[in-house]
């Protein structure tokens, strides 16, 4: 059975940084969905907390989440998300069995 990788990252930036926080993660999201392997990259702002946003990555392989890993995405993340954070993030990695693929 094919496996995916599937990364959820909560995250919550200084309310004065929303703006700026959004067009990063923007652009980083543009950067990720290029790499080899991506099958997904969506992240949503909560509504109820402007400066509150949800990331949802999927990766076809073991391979393409390192791949991921080792990226300048990733490197754009560390520079520019995290100083504008008001906390550490949420982070959750899974390794799961795709039962159906649409």
């Not at 990720?32 to 990766?59: Q, T, W």
């Not at 392989?61 to 520079?79: D, F, L, P």
Request: aromatic share 12%; hydrophobic share 35%.
């Amino acid at each position: 059975m094919k496996t995916v990788e599937i990364v959820y990252v909560s995250m919550t930036c200084l309310e004065q940084d929303i703006q700026k926080f959004s067009g990063f993660l923007l652009e980083i999201a543009r950067d990720v969905r290029l790499i080899e392997g991506c099958i997904k990259f969506d992240y949503l702002n909560s509504p109820e907390s402007p400066n509150r946003f949800v990331a949802y990555l999927e990766f076809d392989s073991k391979e393409s989440h390192q791949r991921y890993k080792s990226s300048e995405a990733v490197g754009k993340i560390n520079r520019w998300l995290f100083p504008l954070l008001s906390h550490p993030p949420d982070f959750r990695h899974y390794s799961a069995e795709l039962v159906q693929s649409s």
